[in-house]
Nanobody, 126 residues
């Protein structure tokens, strides 16, 4: 069992930065690939970034590649999402998720993620 708690969301102007954190409890964090997803009002939840359980492999949606960086600290049971050059279209609720059955890789598919956090709001003003 993994419990996930996101933090770090807020209101920022376009061009600004935020760093999201996701603290995990439970014994499977270091064996789980982790992902960040987001959902804007009226839209489906979409993949943002993922990182393998070792941290050696990362994957990004095209819309955020080059602006966002995912990382993890297995000693602290925490995954991060550094978001730079934020745009109004990045406004959404951001969720972290854990995928315990992906082995050493990453995944973009929501159905591969076993555990989800409650989400944190990110609002980017123009």
């Amino acid at each position: 069992q993994v419990q996930l708690v996101e933090s770090g969301g807020g209101l920022v102007q376009a061009g600004g930065s935020l760093r999201l954190s996701c603290a995990a409890s439970g014994r499977t964090f270091s064996r789980s690939a982790m992902g960040w997803f987001r959902q804007a009002p009226g839209k489906e939840r979409e993949f943002v970034a993922a990182i393998s359980r070792s941290g050696g492999t990362t994957d990004y949606a095209d819309s955020v590649r080059g602006r966002f960086t995912i990382s993890r600290d297995n000693a602290k049971n925490t995954v991060y999402l550094q978001m730079n050059s934020l745009k109004p279209e990045d406004t959404a609720v951001y969720y972290c998720a854990a995928a315990s059955q992906t082995g050493w890789g990453t995944t973009r598919r929501t159905y591969n993620y076993d555990y989800w956090g409650q989400g944190t709001q990110v609002t980017v003003s123009s």
